[in-house]
């Protein structure tokens, strides 16, 4: 019976935690669209590209892209060949009379050998090797933008779609403390080249929040027969707190490290994205199996 005593207090403390804990939370409530578990913020695009979050007539909207003129445009009522749009693989955005709309690519992009023609073809042209013409931005970085100008602009959106955002809007734990990388951090920043950037913030805090930047450059390997090998250089640098510096842990947690030996990745497709799972539900699943083995005992020591 001990056992069960002590695995019901375990659950009412957590639920306890749950309901209001003595630390400060971060809050990350951010708007957007009902889509899934995790939701789309507004004005994003869902990483396979069916589904753009909009906001009209002030209400948030979720796009089907195929099907809901506007969608694939971000929400433009025309569409501007080269500007990155949202469509699923082997689509692309094309004006129609109802607004623009994602329509099946007819050819290769890889074909196209001239701008007019990749951009005509629905495709994105990239200044990379003299220019190469290609279905979907995802297999670069913001290291393919030359100057300041153009990584900010980010054309291409690679701060939240190129390589190395996998991780934002993610959240880990490490050593019994919770982060997380918020999507809507995720950008490129120029620093004498442009790089990829974003935030990794301490969930909870006892009023100093702990927070760094990670600042990522790639070495990004030819995609041959689906595959690429991915190098990367990663700078931390504190926001706030980490009095004693950032933890190794955390900075392996977060992918903030050095990886002069190479991951392979899936290219020539867009990132798809785990589900999240968030602290709160974590925290209410532990109770309830809490809840559960504390139950099971108490019929164990009745029978």
């Given at each position: 019976?001990?056992?069960?005593?002590?695995?019901?207090?375990?659950?009412?403390?957590?639920?306890?935690?749950?309901?209001?804990?003595?630390?400060?939370?971060?809050?990350?409530?951010?708007?957007?669209?009902?889509?899934?578990?995790?939701?789309?913020?507004?004005?994003?695009?869902?990483?396979?590209?069916?589904?753009?979050?909009?906001?009209?007539?002030?209400?948030?909207?979720?796009?089907?892209?195929?099907?809901?003129?506007?969608?694939?445009?971000?929400?433009?009522?025309?569409?501007?060949?080269g500007q990155l749009f949202c469509c699923p693989v082997e689509y692309f955005c094309e004006n129609?009379?109802?607004?623009?709309?994602?329509?099946?690519?007819?050819?290769?992009?890889?074909?196209?050998?001239?701008?007019?023609?990749?951009?005509?073809?629905?495709?994105?042209?990239?200044?990379?090797?003299?220019?190469?013409?290609?279905?979907?931005?995802?297999?670069?970085?913001?290291?393919?933008?030359?100057?300041?100008?153009?990584?900010?602009?980010?054309?291409?959106?690679?701060?939240?779609?190129?390589?190395?955002?996998?991780?934002?809007?993610?959240?880990?734990?490490?050593?019994?403390?919770?982060?997380?990388?918020?999507?809507?951090?995720?950008?490129?920043?120029?620093?004498?080249?442009?790089?990829?950037?974003?935030?990794?913030?301490?969930?909870?805090?006892?009023?100093?929040?702990?927070?760094?930047?990670?600042?990522?450059?790639f070495d990004i390997g030819e995609c041959i027969d689906g595959i690429q090998l991915i190098k990367w250089?990663?700078?931390?640098?504190?926001?706030?707190?980490?009095?004693?510096?950032?933890?190794?842990?955390?900075?392996?947690?977060?992918?903030?490290?050095?990886?002069?030996?190479?991951?392979?990745?899936?290219?020539?497709?867009?990132?798809?994205?785990?589900?999240?799972?968030?602290?709160?539900?974590?925290?209410?699943?532990?109770?309830?199996?809490?809840?559960?083995?504390?139950?099971?005992?108490?019929?164990?020591?009745?029978?």
């Amino acid at each position: 019976m001990k056992k069960g005593l002590l695995i019901l207090l375990v659950g009412i403390f957590i639920v306890n935690i749950v309901n209001g804990a003595s630390e400060t939370e971060s809050n990350f409530t951010i708007s957007g669209c009902n889509f899934g578990e995790t939701g789309l913020i507004n004005g994003s695009c869902s990483p396979n590209g069916d589904y753009f979050c909009g906001y009209k007539d002030d209400n948030y909207i979720l796009y089907d892209t195929i099907y809901d003129p506007t969608g694939c445009s971000y929400g433009a009522t025309t569409y501007t060949p080269g500007q990155l749009f949202c469509c699923p693989v082997e689509y692309f955005c094309e004006n129609d009379a109802e607004g623009p709309i994602c329509n099946l690519r007819e050819g290769l992009c890889a074909d196209q050998l001239t701008q007019s023609d990749c951009e005509d073809m629905g495709c994105y042209w990239l200044l990379v090797d003299g220019g190469i013409c290609v279905e979907s931005p995802s297999d670069y970085s913001c290291d393919i933008y030359p100057n300041q100008e153009t990584c900010t602009e980010d054309r291409f959106g690679l701060g939240q779609r190129g390589i190395g955002t996998e991780i934002c809007g993610t959240y880990f734990t490490t050593d019994g403390t919770g982060y997380v990388i918020p999507f809507e951090s995720c950008r490129c920043e120029w620093d004498s080249v442009c790089r990829l950037a974003y935030d990794i913030v301490e969930e909870f805090n006892n009023g100093t929040e702990n927070s760094f930047e990670c600042i990522k450059s790639f070495d990004i390997g030819e995609c041959i027969d689906g595959i690429q090998l991915i190098k990367w250089n990663a700078t931390p640098q504190i926001i706030s707190g980490y009095a004693s510096g950032i933890p190794l842990s955390v900075l392996e947690a977060a992918n903030c490290v050095d990886n002069a030996i190479g991951a392979e990745r899936e290219c020539g497709m867009p990132i798809l994205k785990l589900l999240g799972f968030s602290l709160l539900s974590f925290l209410i699943s532990l109770g309830i199996v809490s809840l559960f083995y504390f139950i099971r005992e108490l019929k164990n020591q009745y029978d």
